[in-house]
Nanobody, 120 residues
Framework: QVQLVESGGGLVQPGGSLRLSCAAS????????MSWYRQAEGKERELVAV????????NYADFVKGRFTISRDNAKNTVYLQMNSLKPEDTAVYYC?????????????WGQGTQVTVSS
């Protein structure tokens, strides 16, 4: 059974930092591209950052470029999202996503989410 468990969310003041973690189990972690998404109240879920299975490439949404960094440790089956210079508009539930496409079949899994609130 595949499990993605996010942690590290919380309440932070504007300009502050948080580091989210997503621990994966039940899958061959090093074969999956990993992503962070977020969903603010009343809005659709949106992609924040992606890292390829071999950490060879990362990509970020424009609204977090220069502030957030995605990384992974395949030995620990964990992906991270370092969030700096946080803004109130970063408030959302952050979700971890694992994706693998093998023989034209898509394998996709989601975590349960962790709440990030940026407020003074």
């Amino acid at each position: 059974q595949v499990q993605l468990v996010e942690s590290g969310g919380g309440l932070v003041q504007p300009g502050g930092s948080l580091r989210l973690s997503c621990a994966a189990s039940g899958l061959t972690f090093s074969s999956y591209h990993m992503s962070w998404y977020r969903q603010a109240e009343g809005k659709e879920r949106e992609l924040v950052a992606v890292i390829t299975s071999d950490s060879g490439s990362t990509n970020y949404a424009d609204f977090v470029k220069g502030r957030f960094t995605i990384s992974r440790d395949n030995a620990k089956n964990t992906v991270y999202l370092q969030m700096n210079s946080l803004k109130p508009e970063d408030t959302a539930v952050y979700y971890c996503n694992a994706l693998r496409i093998r023989f034209e079949k898509e394998y996709k899994y989601w975590g349960q989410g962790t709440q990030v609130t940026v407020s003074s």
